[in-house]
């Protein structure tokens, strides 16, 4: 207990070793960070402006482009500063600040997901009560819901965090501040600590999980009961984009945090593909899925290049 103390800084070493693939990397999260806010932006502004969008589904997509902003935000940002400069060390309040940032956006996506397939589950198995189901009000309401129970939970584990103290070392071998990376330095994590996280994976991780997986499983059986052959496709199209997101995003976290990696390096790299390439890649497979984002995105190019 005498070793314990609270470290005004840490320093962030995700890539020691490495200065001579500094210039890669550093374009490589550069170009992931500016296509995946471009895209991410366009989804949002064509779903904005496009009145045949304003509908649950897209409201959905809408707020998926917000948080993928978001999850690449709050940790591409810092980490080109870090390469491009060459000072890894960020302060308390900084580090703590990113992780209330990327656990509130990361409980947002997996609430966002669940809520995507139950819009899904409700088209495609009760379409005649789609409208009365999620109505515009019913869908402000929930998508406020999502936002407030994200920085509610985000805000509680920082309070537990903020109680346990670091005594192994201040040193990071990650890219960002993370819950992972924060307790694998501390020598006292609190029982009220495991409790909370295990409550909060249990229903803000597995429930939703569990329940996609359930809607998913009706969605699927009624597909497969459909007479027509041109039925069953229009409703796999419908659903496809989102299961592939599904697949993706659950898949790649799974990897990387229930599955103990057996390097710092491949660590590192399941962490790039979920806070990094899925933000960028999840509106390219709404893009390309979607034919009435497509249309929407192309009059948007085409009023652009007008105006030029």
Aim: proline share 3%; with cysteine; charged share 10%.
């Amino acid at each position: 207990m005498k070793n314990e103390t609270s470290f005004r800084y840490f320093y962030l070493l995700p890539f020691s070793g490495e200065t001579r693939s500094t210039p890669f990397i550093t374009a490589f999260f550069f170009l992931i960070y500016v296509v995946g806010v471009l895209i991410n932006s366009s989804i949002i502004t064509v779903i904005c402006l496009e009145v045949q969008l304003h509908k649950p589904m897209y409201l959905f997509i809408c707020n998926l482009s917000i948080v993928d902003i978001f999850y690449t935000s709050v940790t591409v940002p810092k980490l080109l500063h870090m390469l491009l400069s060459g000072n890894h060390m960020v302060s308390s309040a900084q580090c703590y600040t990113q992780f209330y940032c990327y656990v509130a956006v990361g409980t947002a996506e997996q609430m966002v997901l669940f809520t995507m397939a139950y819009d899904q589950y409700v088209a495609i198995c009760d379409p005649l009560h789609y409208h009365s189901i999620l109505n515009q009000r019913k869908c402000i309401l929930i998508t406020s819901g999502i936002w407030a129970a994200a920085f509610l939970n985000s805000l509680m584990f920082l309070t537990l965090v903020l109680y346990m103290s670091s005594c192994h070392s201040n040193i990071i071998h990650q890219f960002y501040c993370d819950a992972k990376s924060l307790t694998q330095i501390t020598c006292t994590t609190t029982k009220l600590f495991i409790i909370v996280n295990g409550v909060e994976i249990l229903m803000l991780a597995l429930s939703p999980l569990t329940c996609t997986l359930i809607s998913y499983g009706n969605i699927f059986s009624a597909i497969f009961k459909m007479k027509s052959k041109e039925s069953q496709k229009k409703a796999f199209s419908t659903c496809s984009s989102h299961f592939t997101i599904i697949v993706i995003y659950y898949g790649t976290s799974l990897i990387g945090y229930l599955i103990p990696p057996y390097s710092e390096v491949l660590d590192i790299i399941l962490n790039t593909i979920y806070t990094s390439v899925i933000p960028m890649i999840n509106p390219i497979i709404y893009s390309l899925q979607n034919s009435n984002i497509q249309s929407a995105l192309l009059v948007l190019v085409k009023k652009i290049y007008f105006f030029k």
